[in-house]
């Protein structure tokens, strides 16, 4: 195993790290968008002093590639010291039954009627007066309807019915 190049415990300092790397490899932002394949300018934003973008998934694993790194996640004795009372024992059976199989989660269909009518009242909240008002017209006909329906599946029952 090869001595470390650099160590972060947060996101400032995988930022710093990155850029010391970057500064022992002698590479540029501009070097480094060619190399991974980068739109130019990324790495600049990404890494540069004022930084206006953040690194996520797919630009960390573009960093660590262009630059020939890799994160090992190693154990702070410091950092353990703090919070190894906090730490409880997990429940066992529970964890078994989630990891072993898939979960099955059954969901009500009172419970899925209350969040839509929930999601519904939320998406309302940003239209406008005029698109609100078509949207209870459309509402309001189509209970209408619902009710015509069903009352022309009734009268059509009586009919045959008295038919027999």
Not at 63 to 85: H, M, N, Q, T, Y
Request: hydrophobic fraction near 40%.
């Amino acid at each position: 195993m090869t001595a470390p190049l650099a160590e972060f415990v947060d996101y400032d300092g995988l930022r710093k790290a990155l850029n010391a790397v970057r500064d022992v490899r002698d590479i540029s932002f501009e070097r480094m968008d060619e190399i991974t394949g980068a739109p130019p300018g990324y790495f600049a934003k990404l890494l540069g002093p004022r930084a206006i973008r953040r690194i996520g998934l797919q630009s960390l694993g573009w960093a660590f590639g262009g630059l020939g790194v890799k994160c090992i996640i190693v154990s702070d004795p410091e950092a353990l010291a703090k919070v190894e009372g906090r730490f409880s024992a997990r429940d066992v059976p529970h964890l078994k039954s989630v990891h072993g199989d898939a979960v099955i989660v059954q969901l009500s269909r009172g419970f899925l009627r209350k969040i839509g009518a929930i999601g519904g009242a939320n998406s309302r909240k940003n239209l406008g007066k005029r698109k609100r008002r078509q949207l209870a017209k459309k509402a309001v006909m189509t209970r209408i309807n619902k009710r015509k329906a069903a009352e022309m599946k009734r009268r059509a029952l009586q009919r045959k019915r008295a038919h027999k």
